[in-house]
T-cell receptor
Protein backbone atom coordinates (compact mmCIF):
# COMPACT_ATOMS: atom_id res chain seq x y z
CA UNK A 1 0.00 0.00 0.00
CA UNK A 2 1.36 3.41 -0.96
CA UNK A 3 1.96 5.90 1.84
CA UNK A 4 -0.05 8.46 -0.15
CA UNK A 5 -3.26 7.47 -1.92
CA UNK A 6 -5.28 9.76 -4.14
CA UNK A 7 -8.82 9.36 -5.41
CA UNK A 8 -10.16 9.38 -7.95
CA UNK A 9 -7.39 8.54 -10.42
CA UNK A 10 -9.32 10.16 -13.25
CA UNK A 11 -12.08 12.73 -13.11
CA UNK A 12 -14.10 14.28 -15.92
CA UNK A 13 -16.34 17.25 -15.20
CA UNK A 14 -18.41 19.80 -17.03
CA UNK A 15 -17.45 23.44 -16.88
CA UNK A 16 -18.88 25.07 -13.79
CA UNK A 17 -19.03 21.94 -11.66
CA UNK A 18 -17.64 21.72 -8.12
CA UNK A 19 -14.72 19.30 -7.98
CA UNK A 20 -13.19 17.40 -5.08
CA UNK A 21 -9.95 15.43 -5.15
CA UNK A 22 -9.01 13.38 -2.11
CA UNK A 23 -5.69 12.41 -0.56
CA UNK A 24 -5.17 9.93 2.27
CA UNK A 25 -1.84 9.18 3.89
CA UNK A 26 -0.66 6.58 6.34
CA UNK A 27 2.25 8.28 8.12
CA UNK A 28 2.57 11.15 10.54
CA UNK A 29 3.32 14.30 8.60
CA UNK A 30 4.72 17.76 9.17
CA UNK A 31 3.26 19.20 5.95
CA UNK A 32 1.09 18.28 2.98
CA UNK A 33 1.44 19.79 -0.48
CA UNK A 34 -0.93 20.01 -3.41
CA UNK A 35 0.73 20.46 -6.79
CA UNK A 36 -0.54 20.94 -10.30
CA UNK A 37 1.09 19.40 -13.35
CA UNK A 38 0.14 21.12 -16.58
CA UNK A 39 -0.45 19.19 -19.81
CA UNK A 40 2.96 20.41 -20.98
CA UNK A 41 4.58 18.73 -17.98
CA UNK A 42 5.46 21.68 -15.73
CA UNK A 43 4.79 21.24 -12.00
CA UNK A 44 3.80 24.07 -9.71
CA UNK A 45 2.98 24.14 -6.03
CA UNK A 46 -0.58 25.16 -5.19
CA UNK A 47 -0.77 24.80 -1.42
CA UNK A 48 1.20 23.76 1.61
CA UNK A 49 -0.83 22.75 4.66
CA UNK A 50 -0.03 21.63 8.16
CA UNK A 51 -3.53 22.19 9.54
CA UNK A 52 -6.92 23.65 8.73
CA UNK A 53 -7.81 25.18 5.41
CA UNK A 54 -6.32 27.41 2.75
CA UNK A 55 -8.00 29.23 -0.13
CA UNK A 56 -6.55 30.72 -3.29
CA UNK A 57 -9.01 31.99 -5.84
CA UNK A 58 -11.30 29.10 -6.82
CA UNK A 59 -9.11 26.52 -5.10
CA UNK A 60 -9.59 25.39 -1.52
CA UNK A 61 -7.45 22.86 0.32
CA UNK A 62 -8.36 21.29 3.64
CA UNK A 63 -6.58 18.86 5.89
CA UNK A 64 -7.74 16.70 8.81
CA UNK A 65 -4.66 15.59 10.70
CA UNK A 66 -6.53 13.15 12.94
CA UNK A 67 -8.10 11.36 9.96
CA UNK A 68 -4.90 11.64 7.85
CA UNK A 69 -6.90 13.07 4.97
CA UNK A 70 -6.80 16.12 2.74
CA UNK A 71 -9.09 17.40 0.02
CA UNK A 72 -8.57 19.80 -2.84
CA UNK A 73 -11.72 21.55 -4.04
CA UNK A 74 -12.17 23.54 -7.22
CA UNK A 75 -15.23 25.76 -7.42
CA UNK A 76 -16.76 26.84 -10.75
CA UNK A 77 -14.39 24.60 -12.70
CA UNK A 78 -13.05 25.75 -16.07
CA UNK A 79 -11.36 23.89 -18.93
CA UNK A 80 -8.08 25.59 -18.03
CA UNK A 81 -8.20 23.67 -14.71
CA UNK A 82 -7.56 20.48 -16.70
CA UNK A 83 -4.31 19.07 -15.32
CA UNK A 84 -2.91 16.39 -13.06
CA UNK A 85 -3.24 17.26 -9.38
CA UNK A 86 -0.66 15.70 -7.09
CA UNK A 87 -0.71 15.30 -3.32
CA UNK A 88 2.63 15.01 -1.51
CA UNK A 89 3.51 14.70 2.17
CA UNK A 90 6.55 15.49 4.23
CA UNK A 91 6.63 12.98 7.05
CA UNK A 92 7.96 13.77 10.47
CA UNK A 93 10.99 11.54 9.91
CA UNK A 94 11.82 12.32 6.28
CA UNK A 95 13.35 15.72 6.84
CA UNK A 96 13.20 17.63 3.59
CA UNK A 97 11.90 14.75 1.48
CA UNK A 98 8.41 14.48 -0.01
CA UNK A 99 6.41 11.34 -0.77
CA UNK A 100 4.05 11.75 -3.71
CA UNK A 101 0.69 10.31 -4.64
CA UNK A 102 0.13 9.03 -8.17
CA UNK A 103 -1.89 12.06 -9.15
CA UNK A 104 -5.45 12.70 -10.28
CA UNK A 105 -6.03 13.47 -13.95
CA UNK A 106 -8.76 16.13 -14.15
CA UNK A 107 -10.46 16.97 -17.44
CA UNK A 108 -12.99 19.80 -17.51
CA UNK A 109 -15.09 19.91 -20.66
CA UNK A 110 -16.65 23.13 -21.95
CA UNK B 1 15.03 34.99 -12.22
CA UNK B 2 14.97 31.87 -14.37
CA UNK B 3 14.01 29.70 -11.39
CA UNK B 4 14.95 26.07 -11.98
CA UNK B 5 16.26 25.08 -15.39
CA UNK B 6 17.13 21.65 -16.78
CA UNK B 7 19.38 20.66 -19.64
CA UNK B 8 18.64 18.93 -21.99
CA UNK B 9 14.86 18.88 -22.48
CA UNK B 10 14.89 15.67 -24.54
CA UNK B 11 17.45 12.93 -25.11
CA UNK B 12 17.55 9.53 -26.75
CA UNK B 13 20.29 7.13 -25.65
CA UNK B 14 21.30 3.65 -26.62
CA UNK B 15 21.69 1.02 -23.93
CA UNK B 16 25.09 1.34 -22.29
CA UNK B 17 25.66 4.99 -23.18
CA UNK B 18 26.30 7.56 -20.49
CA UNK B 19 24.96 11.05 -20.02
CA UNK B 20 24.65 13.85 -17.48
CA UNK B 21 21.53 15.89 -16.78
CA UNK B 22 22.15 19.39 -15.48
CA UNK B 23 19.88 21.22 -13.06
CA UNK B 24 20.53 24.88 -12.24
CA UNK B 25 18.71 27.21 -9.86
CA UNK B 26 19.22 30.92 -9.29
CA UNK B 27 17.27 31.24 -6.03
CA UNK B 28 20.21 30.47 -3.71
CA UNK B 29 18.38 27.36 -2.46
CA UNK B 30 20.12 24.92 -0.16
CA UNK B 31 18.09 21.82 -1.04
CA UNK B 32 18.00 20.24 -4.48
CA UNK B 33 16.32 17.05 -5.66
CA UNK B 34 16.19 14.71 -8.63
CA UNK B 35 12.95 12.81 -9.29
CA UNK B 36 11.75 10.46 -11.97
CA UNK B 37 8.15 10.25 -13.12
CA UNK B 38 6.79 7.10 -14.73
CA UNK B 39 3.25 6.32 -15.94
CA UNK B 40 0.96 5.11 -13.14
CA UNK B 41 3.45 6.04 -10.44
CA UNK B 42 4.03 9.11 -8.35
CA UNK B 43 7.21 11.12 -8.53
CA UNK B 44 10.01 9.10 -6.98
CA UNK B 45 13.10 10.60 -5.41
CA UNK B 46 16.40 9.46 -6.93
CA UNK B 47 18.96 11.53 -5.02
CA UNK B 48 18.95 14.78 -3.15
CA UNK B 49 21.31 17.34 -1.66
CA UNK B 50 20.96 19.46 1.45
CA UNK B 51 23.81 21.77 0.54
CA UNK B 52 26.88 22.35 -1.59
CA UNK B 53 29.18 19.34 -1.50
CA UNK B 54 26.57 17.00 -0.01
CA UNK B 55 24.43 14.32 -1.61
CA UNK B 56 22.17 11.55 -0.31
CA UNK B 57 20.28 8.61 -1.73
CA UNK B 58 16.56 8.75 -2.24
CA UNK B 59 14.02 6.06 -2.95
CA UNK B 60 15.40 4.78 -6.29
CA UNK B 61 19.13 5.61 -6.48
CA UNK B 62 20.47 2.53 -8.29
CA UNK B 63 22.05 3.27 -11.66
CA UNK B 64 22.42 6.99 -10.97
CA UNK B 65 25.10 9.21 -9.48
CA UNK B 66 24.94 12.87 -8.53
CA UNK B 67 27.22 15.74 -7.69
CA UNK B 68 26.69 19.16 -6.11
CA UNK B 69 30.02 20.94 -6.56
CA UNK B 70 28.37 24.35 -6.75
CA UNK B 71 25.34 25.44 -4.74
CA UNK B 72 23.40 26.42 -7.84
CA UNK B 73 23.98 23.19 -9.81
CA UNK B 74 22.92 19.60 -9.22
CA UNK B 75 24.07 17.03 -11.78
CA UNK B 76 22.49 13.62 -12.37
CA UNK B 77 24.62 11.05 -14.14
CA UNK B 78 23.74 7.79 -15.83
CA UNK B 79 26.96 5.78 -16.27
CA UNK B 80 25.48 2.95 -18.35
CA UNK B 81 21.93 3.67 -19.43
CA UNK B 82 19.31 0.91 -19.39
CA UNK B 83 15.82 0.84 -20.94
CA UNK B 84 14.37 0.83 -17.39
CA UNK B 85 15.72 4.36 -17.04
CA UNK B 86 13.40 5.64 -19.75
CA UNK B 87 11.42 8.26 -17.85
CA UNK B 88 10.77 11.94 -17.35
CA UNK B 89 13.26 13.45 -14.92
CA UNK B 90 12.43 16.46 -12.79
CA UNK B 91 14.75 18.57 -10.73
CA UNK B 92 13.48 20.66 -7.82
CA UNK B 93 14.94 23.04 -5.28
CA UNK B 94 13.89 24.46 -1.92
CA UNK B 95 15.23 27.03 0.46
CA UNK B 96 16.00 26.25 4.10
CA UNK B 97 13.07 26.82 6.43
CA UNK B 98 12.96 25.59 10.02
CA UNK B 99 9.20 25.15 9.73
CA UNK B 100 9.69 22.77 6.76
CA UNK B 101 6.79 24.52 5.07
CA UNK B 102 8.79 25.96 2.21
CA UNK B 103 7.82 25.33 -1.40
CA UNK B 104 9.70 23.07 -3.78
CA UNK B 105 10.23 24.69 -7.17
CA UNK B 106 10.34 22.32 -10.11
CA UNK B 107 12.23 22.44 -13.36
CA UNK B 108 10.47 21.78 -16.68
CA UNK B 109 11.59 18.17 -16.91
CA UNK B 110 13.85 16.11 -19.17
CA UNK B 111 12.31 13.36 -21.26
CA UNK B 112 14.84 10.53 -21.61
CA UNK B 113 14.39 7.49 -23.82
CA UNK B 114 16.84 4.59 -23.66
CA UNK B 115 16.65 2.22 -26.61
Amino acid sequence: KNEVEQSPQNLTAQEGEFITINCSYSVGISALHWLQQHPGGGIVSLFMLSSGKKKHGRLIATINIQEKHSSLHITASHPRDSAVYICAVRSGTSGSRLTFGEGTQLTVNP
Amino acid sequence: NAGVTQTPKFRVLKTGQSMTLLCAQDMNHEYMYWYRQDPGMGLRLIHYSVGEGTTAKGEVPDGYNVSRLKKQNFLLGLESAAPSQTSVYFCASRGFDYSLLDTQYFGPGTRLTVL
